[in-house]
């Protein structure tokens, strides 16, 4: 089971740090990442990270300013969002994947968390 959380109401140019935990003692054998979604258009892929944290992957867009991180030991994925825009104002879901697939497709995630929202005001 997912839980995220550490969406919120910020300004544009101010940041956010979204927390994913996770459930259960296998939490290292899980590829995981983040996409996010707008009412009415399709699941955007954010980021995805390695089961170990070595490998990371982000959407072209969002490069240089969100980093995603895990933390094996407590169970938590991390997104820190930066020099956040109104653009970014969406539902942000954590997902895990049980392999090494660690690409955008969301249909290769088999477990997606509720979702929290991320609103960025001009």
């Known amino acids: 089971q997912l839980q995220a959380s550490g969406g919120g109401l910020v300004q544009a140019g101010g940041s956010l740090r979204l927390s994913c935990s996770a459930s259960?003692?296998?939490?290292?054998?899980?590829?995981m990442g983040w996409f996010r979604q707008v009412p009415g258009k399709e699941r955007e892929f954010v980021a995805s990270?390695?089961?170990?944290?070595?490998?990371?992957y982000y959407a072209d867009s969002l490069k240089g300013r969100f980093t995603i991180s895990r933390d094996n030991a407590k169970n938590t994925m991390y997104l820190q969002m930066n020099r956040l825009k109104p653009e970014d104002t969406a539902v942000y879901y954590c997902?895990?994947?049980?392999?090494?697939?660690?690409?955008?497709?969301?249909?290769?995630?088999?477990?997606w968390g509720q979702g929290t929202q991320v609103t960025v005001s001009s």
């Open positions: 997902v895990a994947n049980g392999g090494r697939y660690c690409g955008p497709d969301p249909d290769k995630y088999a477990f």
């Open positions: 990270i390695s089961r170990n944290g070595g490998n990371t």
């Open positions: 259960g003692r296998t939490f290292n054998t899980y590829s």
